[in-house]
């Protein structure tokens, strides 16, 4: 299909790990992206991995790319509440068109 | 530099009223975008501007919707005449083509539009 899936809503108490999946559908996306979105702000690029990569960490983030399956997904290490916002995954299809997915909503509990 | 700047930040409106939504792109960025966000639908690109003239505006919803880019720093959304459904958060983002890995866009904080 043509959408960008993402579950709406995810719960997680404070310190624990989050993990935010994707599903994208251009097997030819060279670049995936993550972007938050905290509330009443736009958006903001959080991280992005290059296609020829499986994993990138960056300090509590990790972004692990299953292309076979067309599987993207976000880990939160050690989740605070300031990680409390919207998460979009996003693709890039031609030179500047990002398709974005429905965006999952993270609620961390203290 | 203070970012991309849309206004106004909130628009409520009556049915059938014509709407108007600015944006000041960060300067010197040559990509503008408009977006769409609601619940039902999530973002949505509607149009973007390479070096102020429009590549896709497939996303425009229908003819009520037409956006203008003058110049470098201004690009104007406009809706005529506004319905209920058009009830949505409206971002403008900018970036710069750079060649590289990040293609990041800069996103505005939003215009709230509610059309009575």
């Known amino acids: 299909g043509e959408d960008v899936e993402q579950s709406l809503f995810l719960s997680v108490r404070e310190g624990d790990s989050s993990v935010i999946n994707c599903t994208y559908t251009?097997?030819?996306?060279?670049?995936l992206y993550w972007y938050k979105q905290e509330p009443g702000a736009g958006l903001q690029l959080l991280t992005y991995?290059?296609?020829?990569?499986d994993m990138k960490q960056d300090q509590r983030l990790t972004v692990l790319l299953n292309k076979k399956d067309k599987h993207l997904s976000l880990r939160i290490a050690d989740t605070q509440t300031g990680d409390s916002a919207i998460y979009f995954c996003a693709e890039m299809r031609g030179t500047y068109k990002y398709i974005f997915g429905t965006g999952t909503r993270l609620k961390v509990l203290a | 530099d203070a970012g991309v700047i849309q206004s106004p930040r909130h628009e409520v409106t009556e049915m059938g009223q014509e709407v108007t939504l600015r944006c000041k792109p960060i300067s010197g960025h040559d990509y503008l975008f408009w977006y769409r966000q609601t619940m039902m639908r999530g973002l949505e690109l509607l149009i973007y501007f390479n070096n102020n003239v429009p590549i896709d505006d497939s996303g425009m919803p229908e003819d009520r919707f037409s956006a203008k880019m003058p110049n470098a720093s201004f690009s104007t959304l406009k809706i005529q005449p506004s319905e209920p459904r058009d009830s949505a958060v409206y971002f403008c983002?900018?970036?710069?083509?750079?060649?590289?890995?990040?293609?990041?866009?800069?996103f505005g904080p939003g215009t709230r539009l509610t059309v009575l």
């Open positions: 991995i290059f296609s020829n990569m």
């Open positions: 983002a900018s970036s710069l083509f750079s060649g590289g890995p990040r293609n990041e866009q800069f």
């Open positions: 251009d097997s030819s996306s060279t670049y």
